[in-house]
């Protein structure tokens, strides 16, 4: 009868140990959200798979379905590592891994039969999660991670849980409490704990559809490049920031032209910068260049620049190189001199005849009219480049964003037929131009401009403001900036790339782009605020690498040993252990101290237990004395007495005790005598 | 002064119901704090026998309901009756107006009725058509009841419980007392013998004496540590509430008084404290309700009597 009401027993292996609901809830939430941000790494069909295992499971849970034998878990398990692999086409590098990472993840879940499987999933949960910096740093991931991990957490205090049905909140709240009670030691095991080199290289190198500048530069290449909003980087200025005229943002320099594209002069053929060719110049600017990730070695600066803080090296075509490819956003010192000049006693023959470097044929009709002006301006560099950029000025030269297509000889089309182009046109042609007629000159690519922003003194450099301008070797002058672009859009150069086009070609690839809605003063303030605290991020946690470790020990201890560095950390853990103990302390004050009637009693006890008489917790005292007089049959009439005392001290009313002691009147006085009598009886209380 | 009139209650019930004299004196304790007595067991163990010699000894009008699974809730109150001599409605008071009733197999009734007479110990008057009838004072309600796992009864909830002050369990009589059952005639024929000890008016001053017994604050540390261990403690399902502690507390006083003591020692609040918290604790795996009396000695041997901090 009895077994009539019972469920039916479950059965462990077909459905696993009875996870409370709960947990199970949260067990789904916390896989879905530390694969989320991962969905676009993953191949689609893992995604597919995802969504099944995850029926599979939620019937396994309702004792639909069993679990999968063990040999379709293999199948599925093995199927599931070759196809990340076949997808990525390695088993190297963090997005294979990650793959695989998530494959393991996956189907664990469909043998998740004991409580143990369980908090392996919760914990591999961490794990994925935690992949997801592997790709990205900023504050959205570290907020979305800091969430999910909350939710981590509470999966696992909820698996702990006997009940089968508990309130959400209650393992959220005490989750809530355990992360928010970390955060202290992380922060403390963040800046402080000493980062040893890894053991192993990762190979971050992506190969992610980063937007940005090229090593090669077509006709049009930099007009796509103005329809993105993505910020490129941003640069902190220590005093005055330039004027929008100066702010030439140096990427690279593009030195072969084969006709149609411009390639960026190759990193091995670079030469240092030659300190000796350099003047300085009066003026300087200071500033802190936080990079977002380029897949590229560039570093922008304001030529001539002088770079500190990371591992780069200053090159002969006055751009800076850093070690590998940025894959991560880096941030560097610069000092930059806007009043430089560079190779003024001459350039060497190799330098020469590549800045001279022409295809063999084709653009017949521009080199004709290259060669007849130069001709015309009495073969004058300076004065022939002058007219260049008046004909610029002068003919029907349109800047826009949506030049028409080229054909074959791409300067011919451009300079004589079309007249439609962007700075990489007006630039390219520009340097075409002058190769023709033997002046040395170079496209260089970098960004021109940056929006100021009224909270901090920094400018925020975006890739729409990407560009593309021309500098040419003059005897006695060195390199010489021209813009040609300035010839037929001034205000390209005086305010930035927003309106300067003469149609409305700029952002028309993205209705939604901020830049659109600029106009919205509250939407442009908000952006800007977004953009401030991702800053502020960025400077103060992202960008904080061993370098800056070390700079912050060195500001903190002087010099740098590692025992000073083990007392900073250990004191500082110490203190944050200190100031935990204190509020525990407060917040529990201690108990009340024992009364010297309880402390007496209890010494009695002591002797008696001493006598192998040992009162049990609960046990009365009256009780106790039963039945130690019981057992010490000798002490009966001082044990008596004993806990007479004790029990009226502690629970008889005040006039009993008077009455106890008729010849006192004052009860306090009474109480007093009465515990000094039990002290005495106590003391010579001497059990054998 | 009281004692010796306590002492005669407990011997006068004493003689009818042989060995039980823990039992007796909890259930005078019982009555003599004004609650209501719920006696738990097996049939045939002198549930019923208790019940009257206490009605007996304290001297009290009583009443005996025998409780049925279709015994109604008029049966109990009573009934609006046509008298067509005054061709008026006369209300016909039920049972319920005694001094002592004894409701006898309480879980046997339905819940219904069960509602009806514990309303009645709640409020201790009776509402009938609008007009509202005060009961006799004093009101006691002595309950027995089968152990709720044997089959045909409706358990009381937990809420109903509550309004009892001390469920008490008799339990087998030890080989010796029960040889002497056997030996000597039924109990239930001595009743008719049974004298009252005590008037109304040394019932109410009993009653009213108990409210000054003295209660120390040791001692009330130790209740409120049983309280709170009840309350932190994973054993049980929920801690007892305050109303139970109040309980508590006067339970401990009216058997310190009975144990003719003017103040109250923790081994008074030991001895009540199963009576007055089984049947308000179940423990957390606890399927039947009768977990209680084990979870009470967990609490008993847990809670240190005297403070160790």
């Given at each position: 009868?009895?077994a ?19 947990a199970f809830?949260l067990?789904?939430a916390?896989?879905v959200?530390?694969?989320l ?9 893992m995604l ?13 849970f309702?004792?639909?379905?069993p ?12 199927g ?5 692999i ?11 891994g ?17 409580r ?10 961490y ?40 309130a ?14 970390s ?10 704990f ?10 971050l190198?992506t190969?992610?559809?980063r937007?940005?500048?090229?090593d090669?530069m ?17 640069a ?33 053929v670079?030469?240092?910068?030659d ?14 260049v936080?990079?977002e990730?380029t897949s ?27 070690q590998s490819?940025l894959?991560?956003?880096v941030?560097?010192?610069?000092t ?16 020469y005849?590549?800045?001279l ?19 015309r301006q ?5 004065r022939f480049?002058?007219?260049?950029l008046?004909?610029y000025h ?29 700075c ?16 040395p ?19 925020l450099v ?5 560009h ?16 040609p672009t ?10 930035g790339?927003?309106?300067?086009t003469?149609?409305?070609s ?15 003063a509250l939407?442009?303030q ?7 605290v ?6 103060n946690v992202a ?15 002087g ?11 250990g ?5 944050i252990?200190?100031?935990l ?6 917040r ?33 005292p ?8 019981n ?22 009313p005040l ?5 106890f002691k008729?010849?006192q ?5 009474t ?11 106590v ?6 | ?15 009818i119901?042989?060995?039980?004299e ?6 005078i304790a ?18 019923t026998?208790?019940?009257?010699a ?10 005996r ?10 049966d ?21 107006f005694a ?17 009806a007479?514990?309303?009645?110990m709640?409020e ?24 709720v ?8 909830p937990e ?5 009892f ?14 040889r ?8 239930r024929d001595?009743?008719?013998?049974v004298q ?11 009653q ?12 009330l540390d ?38 003719g003591?003017d ?6 609040v ?7 918290a089984?049947?308000?604790l ?6 039947t ?12 041997k ?8």
């Amino acid at each position: 009868m009895k077994a009539a009401h019972a469920k039916p027993e479950r059965d462990l292996r077909r459905h696993g140990f009875p996870m409370p609901r709960t947990a199970f809830v949260l067990l789904l939430a916390i896989n879905v959200l530390a694969v989320l941000p991962h969905t676009e790494r993953v191949p689609t069909w893992m995604l597919l798979a995802f969504g099944c295992v995850l029926l599979w499971r939620i019937q396994v849970f309702r004792e639909r379905w069993p679990f999968p034998s063990k040999w379709l878990r293999l199948v599925l398990v093995l199927g599931g590592f070759a196809g990340v692999i076949f997808y990525h086409g390695t088993v190297f590098g963090p997005d294979a891994g990650v793959g695989l990472l998530i494959t393991a993840y996956l189907f664990k879940q469909l043998e998740m039969a004991t409580r143990r499987d369980a908090f392996l999933v919760v914990i591999l949960s961490y794990f994925v999660l935690a992949t997801e910096f592997l790709f990205s740093r900023s504050l959205y991931t570290t907020i979305y991670v800091f969430l999910v991990l909350i939710l981590i957490t509470a999966t696992q205090i909820a698996l702990n849980q006997s009940e089968p049905r508990i309130a959400i909140a209650r393992p959220l709240k005490v989750s809530l409490k355990l992360v928010l009670q970390s955060i202290p030691l992380m922060i403390v095991l963040f800046y402080l704990f000493p980062r040893i080199g890894p053991l192993w290289q990762l190979n971050l190198n992506t190969q992610q559809n980063r937007v940005g500048l090229s090593d090669r530069m077509s006709p049009g290449d930099i007009a796509n490049l103005s329809r993105s909003g993505e910020l490129a980087f941003r640069a902190e200025f220590q005093g005055a920031i330039p004027p929008h005229r100066e702010r030439y943002w140096r990427a690279t320099v593009f030195d072969r032209f084969d006709g149609r594209t411009w390639y960026a002069v190759d990193d091995s053929v670079l030469v240092p910068l030659d300190m000796q060719q350099l003047e300085y110049g009066v003026r300087r600017y200071q500033y802190r260049v936080y990079l977002e990730p380029t897949s590229q070695r560039w570093l922008m600066t304001l030529p001539a620049a002088q770079v500190s803080g990371i591992d780069a090296k200053s090159t002969d075509a006055l751009s800076v190189l850093a070690q590998s490819t940025l894959e991560a956003a880096v941030s560097y010192d610069v000092t930059s001199f806007p009043d430089y000049r560079y190779q003024r006693a001459g350039l060497n023959r190799l330098d020469y005849s590549r800045y001279l470097q022409l295809p063999v044929g084709g653009n017949e009709q521009s080199r004709q009219y290259a060669r007849e002006q130069f001709r015309r301006q009495g073969s004058d560099p300076a004065r022939f480049i002058d007219s260049l950029l008046r004909w610029y000025h002068d003919e029907e030269f349109i800047y826009t964003l949506n030049p028409q297509r080229l054909g074959r000889n791409t300067i011919d089309e451009f300079l004589f037929q079309t007249r439609r182009g962007y700075c990489s046109h007006y630039a390219g042609a520009f340097v075409f131009l002058l190769r023709s007629v033997g002046i040395p000159a170079r496209l260089v690519g970098g960004y021109l401009g940056g929006e100021g922003h009224p909270l901090g003194k920094y400018l925020l450099v975006h890739q729409y403001d990407a560009h593309a301008w021309a500098e040419v070797w003059l005897e006695g002058q060195g390199w010489v900036r021209f813009d040609p672009t300035g010839a037929v859009a001034p205000n390209r150069i005086e305010f930035g790339p927003l309106d300067s086009t003469t149609d409305d070609s700029f952002l028309r690839e993205s209705p939604l782009s901020p830049e659109r809605l600029r106009n919205l003063a509250l939407l442009a303030q908000a952006r800007l605020m977004v953009d401030y605290v991702d800053y502020l991020w960025f400077k103060n946690v992202a960008s904080y690498d061993t370098e800056a470790q070390n700079r912050l020990f060195r500001d903190l201890l002087g010099q740098v040993t590692p025992q000073r560095i083990a007392a900073l950390v250990g004191g500082l853990g110490a203190a944050i252990v200190l100031v935990l103990a204190l509020s525990i302390l407060l917040r529990h004050p201690p108990a009340r101290k024992l009364d010297r009637a309880d402390r007496l009693y209890l010494r009695f006890c002591l002797k008696l237990q001493q006598r192998g008489v040992a009162r049990a917790a609960g046990e009365g005292p009256q009780d106790f004395a039963k039945r130690a007089a019981n057992t010490l049959p000798a002490q009966a009439a001082d044990i008596e007495a004993i806990t007479a005392l004790y029990l009226n001290l502690k629970y008889a009313p005040l006039q009993k005790v008077a009455h106890f002691k008729p010849q006192q009147s004052n009860t306090g006085d009474t109480l007093g005598r009465l515990e000094k009598e039990l002290a005495q009886r106590v003391r010579a209380f001497k059990p054998s | 002064m009281s004692q010796p009139i306590i002492e005669r209650l407990v011997k006068a019930v004493g003689a009818i119901l042989l060995g039980k004299e823990p039992q007796i004196r909890l259930a005078i304790a019982c009555l003599l704090a004004k609650g209501h007595l719920l006696l738990e067991d097996l049939p045939g163990m002198g549930k019923t026998t208790l019940s009257h010699a206490l009605a007996r000894v304290l001297g009290l009008s009583y009443q005996r309901i025998q409780f049925t699974s279709d015994l109604l809730p008029a049966d109990i109150i009573g009934t609006s009756i046509f008298n067509p001599g005054s061709s008026h409605f006369e209300f016909r008071k039920g049972p319920v107006f005694a001094e002592v009733l004894l409701a006898d197999e309480i879980n046997r009734a339905t819940p219904k009725t069960q509602g009806a007479l514990l309303e009645a110990m709640e409020e201790r008057q009776v509402t009938v058509e609008g007009h509202s009838y005060a009961l006799p004072q004093p009101f006691f309600v002595i309950a027995t009841q089968n152990p709720v796992t044997q089959m045909g009864t409706f358990p009381l909830p937990e809420s109903q419980l509550d309004r009892f002050l001390m469920r008490i369990s008799l339990g087998y009589p030890d080989p010796r007392i029960e040889r002497e059952l056997l030996k000597g005639s039924n109990p239930r024929d001595l009743l008719e013998s049974v004298q009252a000890v005590l008037t109304k008016d040394e019932l109410s001053t009993l009653q009213k004496k108990v409210d000054a017994i003295h209660v120390s604050d040791a001692l009330l540390d130790y209740v409120q540590r049983i309280l709170a261990y009840t309350r932190q403690s994973n054993q049980f399902v929920f801690g007892l509430s305050p109303r139970a502690g109040m309980a508590l507390v006067k339970s401990a006083r009216s058997f310190a008084m009975v144990q003719g003591r003017d103040h109250v020692i923790p081994e008074d609040v030991q001895a009540v404290l199963g009576p007055v918290a089984e049947h308000r604790l179940s423990g957390a795996r606890d399927i039947t309700g009768h977990e209680g009396e084990r979870l009470v000695d967990h609490v008993i041997k847990h809670v240190d009597v005297i403070p160790r901090r």
